[in-house]
């Protein structure tokens, strides 16, 4: 088993194991600085055991985790191996602890990790949680990577505020949206417009909600107009409704992934998934699917707008759009960044890091 030492105190490698799902859990949730329940076992653990090539693994110091590092590895076609952060989830560490999270600590751990890369793999390519999802500043963790030869890669997010700079609630969202998104928006209030919540479950069968498939039938016509599909099933939309939306110790639902959407006289006009992260004031939009169809007003704005005001009223503070380029950050869809700053967004940064062996 590979060991450093910390001052007097040893670091262990920790290979990952179904075992261990409880614990790296209670690691992530409750003993982390920029965990998210994306990280969890509770989530990745909903693909199948054969979808990837499983490497995560652990560092312990006296029986306590210090950072994790959920990962696949990869194949090259050379027979070569690359790590990388879970493909499963959208970013994936390393995911420090509150007691590990110091310079001097940060920088042995990582520099342990570039050991134990460079002994099994030819690649590395670490995505780490952006600074709006995570309890504390990723910058020393970037800090670490430059310094130990990573190479940092950015992809252009984004996100609306849903407070103010004295960080009061902001009473509308829509008031922070450009001129002409304000006038879209009040055009589809001229229509009998139901903002709907659904399950993607049906709570009787636990089959997929009539609204999910709905819904989920005009995602399959937007993800094929890039020649893709939709990364979950129905299926696994309705599992991972059940695997995140669990009841709190206060007898509350945790909704951490949610669906909704807009009817026009019981008529599809657009559906979204978002994901919630309570911890950080963060509500994240994954998923939308408008019928293109539907030409009485834009439903896309429509939607969006009543999502916002939606977590404004729940106290969120941010409202999170995603990315908004293409080829790894390489490439910006200006017309799709221009459409988020008109919903009042603010460009902020992901970042991954790198590195060939």
Not at 81 to 95: A, C, E, N, R
Not at 109 to 115: E, S, T, V
Request: charged residues 25%; contains cysteine.
């Amino acid at each position: 088993m590979m060991k450093i030492y910390y001052f007097k105190d040893m670091l262990e490698l920790l290979n990952y194991k179904k075992e261990l799902d409880h614990r790296l859990d209670n690691f992530v949730f409750q003993e982390s600085v920029n965990g998210t329940f994306l990280q969890s076992r509770q989530f990745l653990n909903y693909h199948p055991d054969n979808r990837f090539e499983e490497a995560s693994f652990a560092l312990e110091r006296s029986g306590t985790i210090a950072v994790y590092f959920p990962g696949n590895e990869i194949l090259e076609p050379d027979g070569s191996k690359t790590f990388v952060s879970h493909q499963g989830s959208t970013f994936g560490g390393p995911i420090f602890s509150k007691a590990f999270y110091s310079a001097s600590r940060v920088m042995e751990a990582l520099k342990f990790a570039d050991q134990l890369f460079a002994s099994k793999y030819k690649k590395v390519r670490l995505k780490i949680t952006p600074a709006l999802f995570a309890k504390e500043s990723p910058d020393m963790i970037e800090y670490a990577l430059e310094h130990l030869g990573y190479t940092r890669h950015t992809e252009l997010s984004s996100c609306t505020a849903l407070v103010d700079a004295d960080r009061n609630q902001i009473a509308d969202p829509l008031a922070n949206c450009e001129k002409d998104c304000r006038r879209i928006f009040r055009n589809s209030e001229k229509f009998d417009v139901t903002y709907r919540i659904f399950n993607a479950a049906d709570v009787q069968t636990g089959k997929p909600s009539r609204e999910l498939q709905e819904f989920y039938s005009f995602l399959e016509i937007s993800k094929a107009k890039h020649n893709v599909k939709p990364v979950h099933s129905m299926e696994e939309l309705c599992d991972l409704e059940k695997r995140l939306n669990v009841s709190a110790p206060d007898g509350t639902t945790q909704e951490r992934i949610r669906f909704r959407g807009i009817w026009l006289n019981d008529r599809y006009v657009a559906a979204m998934m978002l994901f919630a992260f309570p911890e950080v004031g963060v509500l994240h939009a994954q998923y939308i699917a408008p019928d293109d169809n539907f030409k009485d007003f834009h439903p896309t704005t429509t939607l969006y707008v009543n999502a916002m005001r939606e977590a404004a009223r729940e106290g969120f503070r941010k409202f999170s759009w995603g990315i908004s380029t293409e080829d790894g950050g390489n490439y910006l869809n200006e017309s799709l960044i221009k459409y988020k700053e008109s919903l009042g967004a603010k460009p902020v940064v992901n970042a991954y890091y790198t590195k060939d062996f």
